[in-house]
């Protein structure tokens, strides 16, 4: 009878090492999850808007205008709240580029040992402009040579 009272005593003891890792574990794969969407979806968004601001004409100036119509339609699609989302649209007649900043703030204080105060997401990208009569014409004299 004593020896299953030590056996009973070994299970709860293993379970109360095991618990907590298991929980620290499974809560720091679902913030590295987040983390991951939000570099994801800033990428995409920067990406999406500078395609949808290089479709216009470059001399009427609405390149811009128009990339930072669409980032901003993008941003208020965003789930996870992130921290001084810095945005930047310029456009030439050749690319629009949007670049964006922002600051992911960590849950627990404790993890701030590990990442200082949060952890930076920068998104940088870059659309040519899509001038398409322009570029059909250019094909065409090239290949009539």
Same mark, same amino acid.
């Given at each position: ?21 298991? *929980? ?114 250019? *094909? ?6």
């Amino acid at each position: 009878m004593d020896m299953k009272k030590r056996k009973d005593g070994y299970m709860t003891l293993e379970a109360s090492l095991i618990l907590p890792l298991a *929980v620290i574990l499974i809560a720091a794969l679902l913030y590295l999850s987040f983390y991951l969407y939000t570099v994801i979806f800033l990428n995409q968004a920067a990406y999406i808007s500078a395609f949808r601001g290089s479709l216009y004409e470059p001399d009427s100036g609405s390149m811009q205008a128009k990339a930072e119509e669409e980032l901003e339609k993008l941003l208020e699609e965003r789930i996870l709240p992130v921290r001084n989302l810095e945005k930047q649209v310029r456009a030439s007649p050749l690319a629009v580029h949007v670049s964006l900043e922002a600051k992911l703030s960590l849950p627990f204080p404790g993890m701030r040992i590990f990442a200082g105060t949060g952890w930076e997401i920068k998104a940088e990208k870059k659309a040519l402009g899509r001038n398409a009569v322009s570029y059909i014409r250019l *094909v065409r004299k090239t290949g009539s040579l």
